[in-house]
């Protein structure tokens, strides 16, 4: 429930603020607007404020919305209000009007970031895990633990802010300069060449393919919660056993102890530990369960947790009113160049296809952040109102940016295109929206299906 009404008020609110911004901008030139409704096909709701024009809707399909203008293609208008039907409009204005509901939203993602950003926005500090070798991080000579101060001169308070400043970079191949601070506190500049990653690479992890990961402190193998009844508890382990040895081979990392409980599914294992200072030694037998056609050991433990040392890399991204607005229009800019870009790389196929989303991982993404919190769920919300105001500015008929097309044309040859352009647009644009509705939601059943 708190996915579908969190999926719900995102596409209620983004519809809203679109066709306002048609709404309002029709209002403002004149036009006469004879419908807004939330949703397509059968009106639930229907109403007209004393005295208006308009008839406010809420209908069945809540995916979408329209406002309806009076315009002699739709219906035949009478005399005295052709001054005010859409069609009659000099090409400037109605240019403005269908430009209002996709710049509504783009407007909508700066006030969302910047509310977000003078709130604060939770995170983990841009701190640097072991770098893989042979990758580019390893040649521009990152070290572990270091952590990042800015890239290319723009200060980076976050890892989802290093996440955001390399996005565009690798779709454009380039070098990108890192400053970084080592754990003695030296300040050293880096050289990070993106030319060895293809756009192709956004399809998976490309900051492990790039040989960074977020720094985590090492997890001793100490037991935390034990499940009730498993095999830790019957075999008479407590939480804060530290385990010292397993069939011999010394266990230093939490991840020691997982891989040899996994590797031994059914088999006994002679395990030493350390409890109140004295060593003792027993044997345990992981169950054995199934996970992804593959047998795997499970003793029904989890590690302790060091609160302190977790805690201290978590920060809190807030910035003064005037700092905010700033870094609510940066996002707000890359995050609309970044979805064109890859947009492009698609029809070139240099970026797969499998990077659209359709309604159900919408749904699905809502429904995380919102369990999150309101800060993450506004965050989604700023992210989704950008790709809605940067997908319907493209020139496809149907789609904003198609009538948009149409005008500049008609701005440019001093005469509107004729009728039999516009129906073959629309023959074009229904087909283009299909498809990639089509693509959207194989990519969602196969995320649900395949993970």
Known sequence: MT????????????????????????????????????????????????GGETEWVISAIPVG?????????????????????????PVVRRMAIVVAGPTCNLLLAVVLYWALFMYGVPGLKPILGEIAPQTPAAMAQLQAQETIVSIDGEPVASWDELRWALLSPILHGAEVRIDGRTVQGETIRHVLDMKALAPSDLDGDFMHKLGLQLFQPVVQ????????????????????DHIKRIDGRTIKQWMELVEMVRSHPGRTLSMEFERNGNLRALDITPDAASENGKKMGKIGAGPYLDKQAFDALLTDVRYGPFAAFRQALHRSWETAAVSLRVMGKMVLGEVSVRNLSGPITIADYAGQSAKLGVAPYLDFLALISVSLGVLNLLPIPLLDGGHLLYYMVELIKGSPVSERVWEAGRSVGIALLITLMAFALYNDISRLVLG
């Open 65 to 89: 919305g329209y406002v309806k203008m009076l315009d002699e293609r739709e219906g035949e208008v009478e005399k005295h209000e052709l001054h005010r039907a859409f069609n009659r409009q």
């Open 221 to 240: 193998p100490i037991l935390g919660k034990l499940t009730e009844g498993g095999v830790a508890q019957r075999s008479g382990l407590l939480p804060g």
């Open 3 to 50: 996915t579908l009404w969190a999926f719900i008020l995102a596409i209620a609110l983004l519809v809203l603020v679109h066709e306002l911004g048609h709404y309002w901008i029709a209002r403002w030139c004149g036009v006469k607007v004879l419908r807004f409704s939330l949703g397509f096909g059968k009106p639930l709701y229907i109403k007209k404020f004393a």
